[in-house]
């Protein structure tokens, strides 16, 4: 498996928009929405470290996050699924910093790389706090994407995307996850605004919710990141709908 950032950086080149779903390892049939997802198109997919106190997501997500949690996933066991997964693409994981924290930077590093992980997303560690975990990181090839949000002064963004790998998490709103009527204005401003100073793939999550607002994100923003969309469709209908959404999306971000 090539590293992150190159892979999206190849698909990039190739004209593509970037399309990462958000699947909550633990989940009844997450690996099977997975595998359906990348079937479709999806070109890296992030897995959820499920945590009890999900600071950035919204009530699909903690939902999620709750259910994989009372049927027993922990985070070694997610890690050592992954490599089960079998597709051809980079796999992401997002989790919160304690569970970082606790288990050991060094450590934790070293069981995503042995697990076969190519980037990691720790949403509550900020840029100024980051240094620690980012070096273990770096040092085990496993790529600390970081976030971008939409209050971040201009003197930041580039601050960000320098400790950036992999991809610059370009955040669309202030707020939680969740799925929205509408794409936020910020969405498209907070993307524009860092890839001015990078050359950083930049992709746009938080309340990107249909294939409609993913190709008005697309029209700046290199990509977008989709999670509740794509959490609430495995726990309502199945993996098999996953697949049908994240086609439907892929379609709407290929068209020109």
């Known amino acids: 498996m090539t590293g992150l950032e190159s892979h999206l950086r190849a698909r990039r080149a190739e004209g ?27 070109d890296a997919v992030e ?8 600071v950035m997501d919204g009530p699909v997500i903690q939902e999620a996050s709750q259910r994989a949690l009372d049927a027993g996933a922990t ?53 100024e706090e980051a240094t620690g975990w980012c070096t273990a990181a770096d040092a085990a090839g496993v790529e600390t994407v970081m976030l971008a949000a939409p209050t971040a002064p201009d003197e930041r963004l580039p601050r960000i995307a320098a400790r950036a790998r992999g991809f610059v998490y370009a955040v669309g709103l202030l707020g939680i996850t969740g799925e929205r009527d509408a ?30 607002q993913a190709q008005e994100a697309c029209q700046v923003a290199d990509g977008v990141i989709q999670g ?15 697949g049908v959404y994240i086609a439907e999306v892929r379609a709407a971000i290929d068209a020109k």
Do not use: H
């Open 16 to 42: 593509r928009k970037l399309l990462i779903p958000y699947v909550t390892g633990g989940l009844a049939n997450w690996k099977e929405g997975i595998r359906a997802a990348v079937a479709a198109g999806a």
């Open 47 to 54: 897995v959820g470290i499920p945590f009890s106190d999900p």
């Open 75 to 127: 985070p070694p066991a997610i890690l050592a699924e992954i490599p089960t997964l079998d597709v051809q693409v980079p796999i992401v994981v997002m989790l919160y910093y304690n569970t970082v924290f606790r288990t050991g930077y060094e450590r934790f590093a070293s069981m995503c790389q042995q697990n076969g992980v190519a980037g990691a997303i720790v949403p509550d560690l900020p840029l």
């Open 183 to 212: 794409l936020a204005k910020t969405a498209t401003t907070i993307a524009g605004r860092v890839k001015a100073v990078t050359d950083l793939p930049v992709l746009v999550g938080v309340g990107v919710s249909n294939a409609q």
């Open 228 to 242: 509740a969309s794509v959490v609430r469709r495995l726990m309502q209908e199945g993996p098999e709908a996953i």
